[in-house]
């Protein structure tokens, strides 16, 4: 039967993954590419995360790079829908990459681990997701081992995150006694270690089992009942319209490594998970199943083949409908293209891609031609969509050319990798020093390598480490307040900013100069 291409958009589910290293994202991931039969068998995602390498071990960075390259887009069929997995690279390979790739999806799967509760990288990822507004599913993983309290996380939740939770199921026991969960949703039990004949027990109206069930005898079963009661009583309710706006998440406790409460996982998600949303772009909302091909670049990353120096631009379809080799319009220089050379990204191997429409996601290989927030149309209206946000940079280096009389390669180097997205610019009032700002150190790392190799530049790199930036107005600018504790730069489009060495400078500064403005305007 011939799907219309309507249906084909509908059919998309495009997310990505947040959470803390180790939290179980690899796992998880697998498990789904398994129930999507994507992959074969487990451990095929990434080369594990054994050797520990130093992270200034650039090649070895590469190594596992040049893998999830492959990786860093996911694509299965599961009961009618077509899920596209983006990659959101955790620890060493924290970078604006990772934020940008929230920019390309309408949904995420926060996975948390049940013993460590709410950790640092996913409040970041959080953050972004809740700013765009888009709906947030919560995995508790690990729900095998001893953890905190299912109670604990839930408050966790609403404390540490601010958002409204719904359990769709409840652990009972946890670890040794893990029993397995209550689903509220499908009124049933799922048992943890039970064969499929038994493993699902059906719920009474009152929301309890009938029938003559060994797990009815454990007092764990009467805990998780009461429980249930206490969440039915004082508990958010269930609302679709909250889960969509992103104010309420669902939340599913279960276990990635041991694959169980996945699949329950997945078959609800798929249910409640957003199908591509319109975008906005500068002539209004651009709507998915609008036929007019269009989309816009949230990533660029370097080919890791130091021999071909290609890079990849990620392009996020927000309309219409990608076909090999045809003509679409760079918005941003007018230019004519023709789209021969795209891949497709699945688990096992990068095929090229031949059709692909809204929530789907192409690489093109991008001889320079790209920039991220790019936006590419086959229509004669050149639509520019919204630009993509800057973030914070937490770290900076002070920068400049090893060797003074290549200062000409350096220059174009900077130059180049800053428009690209690859890392953040800022100079000095008067001397002009060069001082970058990254989000991760890898940002750093990446950009030396490529000024040595592409640009046949050598860097001096001298970390200043950490610094609160905030913005200034124009005629505030006085550069006697300049100080290391708050140094007066301006950014890549001149605007003037402070770089503050830590709260307690950022504090001072401000009472001390009440007069003077300071903002964040990537808050
Ligand atoms: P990532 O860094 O978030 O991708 O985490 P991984 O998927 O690599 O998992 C980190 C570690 O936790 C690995 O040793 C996994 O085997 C383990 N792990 C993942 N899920 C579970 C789980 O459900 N239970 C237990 N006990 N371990 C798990």
């Not at 969440?231 to 969509?244: P, Q, T, V, Y």
């Not at 001298?462 to 609160?468: F, N």
Request: hydrophobic share 35%.
């Amino acid at each position: 039967m011939m799907t219309s291409f309507k249906d084909e958009v509908l059919s998309r589910r495009t997310f990505a993954i947040i959470s803390h290293p180790d939290a179980g994202k690899t796992t998880l991931t697998e498990q789904l590419l398994l129930f999507g039969g994507a992959i074969r068998a487990a451990g095929t995602v990434k080369g594990k995360k054994t050797g520990k390498f130093a992270t200034s071990d650039w090649m070895e960075i590469e190594k596992q790079r040049g893998i999830s390259v492959t990786s860093s887009v996911m694509q299965f069929e599961y009961a009618g829908k077509r899920v596209n997995i983006l990659d959101t690279p955790g620890h060493q390979d924290f970078s604006e990459d990772t934020y940008r790739t929230l920019m390309a999806v309408d949904s995420a799967v926060m996975i948390i681990d049940a013993a460590k509760g709410i950790e640092a990288q996913t409040i970041k990822l959080f953050k972004v997701c809740r700013m765009r507004g888009i709906p947030i599913f919560t995995f508790i993983n690990k729900l095998d081992r001893q953890g905190k309290t299912p109670l604990e996380l839930l408050a966790e939740l609403e404390e540490v995150l601010g958002i409204e939770s719904y359990p769709m199921n409840w652990p009972i026991g946890m670890g040794k006694e893990f029993l397995g969960i209550y689903d509220r949703y499908h009124h049933r039990i799922e048992q943890f270690r039970v064969e499929e004949d038994d493993r699902f027990l059906p719920l009474n109206e009152n929301g309890e089992l009938d029938g003559n069930y060994g797990i009815k005898e454990n007092t764990l079963y009467d805990q998780a009942i009461e429980e249930i009661m206490l969440l039915d009583e004082a508990g958010n309710e269930f609302s679709e319209e909250n889960i969509a706006n992103g104010t309420l998440t669902p939340v599913f406790f279960g276990s990635a490594l041991t694959n169980f409460g996945v699949q329950t996982f997945l078959e609800t998600y798929l249910q409640f998970a957003p199908s591509p949303q319109p975008r906005k772009a500068d002539v209004g909302e651009i709507e998915p199943t609008s036929e007019e091909f269009s989309g816009f670049v949230f990533k660029i990353q370097a080919n890791m083949n130091p021999a071909h120096r290609d890079r990849i631009a990620f392009v996020r379809i927000c309309s219409g409908k990608f076909e090999r080799g045809m003509n679409v319009t760079l918005s941003r220089t007018g230019k004519q293209m023709k789209l021969s050379q795209s891949t497709q990204f699945l688990a096992d191997d990068r095929s090229t891609v031949d059709a692909a429409v809204s929530g789907d996601i192409i690489g093109l290989y991008d001889t320079g031609t790209y920039q991220i927030g790019d936006t590419i149309t086959s229509g004669k209206n050149l639509i520019h969509f919204e630009k993509l946000p800057q973030f914070t940079p937490e770290l900076f280096v002070r920068v400049s050319a090893k060797n003074v009389m290549k200062q000409k390669s350096f220059h174009k180097g900077i130059n180049q990798l800053v428009q690209e997205g690859a890392i953040q610019l800022y100079r000095t009032y008067r001397t002009e020093d060069y001082i970058l700002g990254a989000v991760g150190q890898l940002q750093f790392e990446v950009f030396e390598h490529r000024m040595k190799n592409e640009y046949n530049s050598d860097v001096i790199m001298e970390s200043i480490g950490s610094k609160i930036p905030r913005w200034i107005d124009e005629d505030q600018v006085d550069e006697s307040l300049s100080s290391s504790r708050s140094l007066l730069v301006k950014d890549r489009y001149d605007k003037p900013l402070f770089l503050f060495e830590n709260d307690f400078a950022l504090r001072w500064f401000s009472d001390k100069h009440p007069e003077i403005k300071l903002s964040n305007p990537m808050e």
